[in-house]
């Protein structure tokens, strides 16, 4: 079955950088695009960026320059990293799988992780 | 990119319909069949309830319905139940982006 694993809760200094990743299992990764969004406490969501099957990466206009999306195919892990974190950035990370199906793709999340606290504190 | 905008709060008794809105623009929600919408309980990761604007996921009960009328998603959830309590997202895809709403907390009376 589908599961994303995401790694464990992060505490940062402000200006810091920090690295989440999400390993799949029960698929391909090469076969769907990959996303994160994140959610601040109370807050919404926000969609951050995605990596197409191909490997090219979009992001969010917001986040130009200070986003990162990787991944690792033999190990079927998708990592993020934002770099000069500030108050503003603490959150929950949720690695995101787009739904696909017969070679298309919908536009639509349909397998989420379990999600990745990062806080920014001084 | 803007979120779409989507009331903060929507109530109903059991049984009763309601309607959720998500307004975009020209750019996203008008421009494309690509709309989403999730239901998240507090703690828990969001879950897809509707996608391409009205198509229903594996599982997911036809209490929840989706349309667009411009650039206007709407969600209706019929025969409201207690577990439908919850907070509700739409979504978007916008040319190579994805915007979603504000966020709607539905409460059951």
Redesign the interface.
Known sequence: QVHLEQSGTEVMKPGASVKVSCKASGFTLTNYHM?W?RQAQGQ????LG?INPGGIK?Y???LQGRFTMTRDTSTGTVYMELSSLTFEDTAMY?CVRE?CSGGAC?????Y????TVVTVSS | ?S?LTQPASVSGSPGQSITISCTGTSSDVGR?N?V?W?QQYPGK????II??VSKW?SGISNRFSGSKSGNTASLVISGLQAEDEADY?C?S?AD????????TTVTVL
């Open positions: 996303h969004v919404g969501l926000e969609w995605v979009t969010a206009q917001q949720y739904g919908y536009q639509y999340f349909d989420w992780g379990q999600g | 990119q979120a494309y690509r989403s999730y990761a969001p879950k897809v996608y391409e996921p997202y979504c895809h190579t982006f994805y915007v979603f709403g504000t966020g």
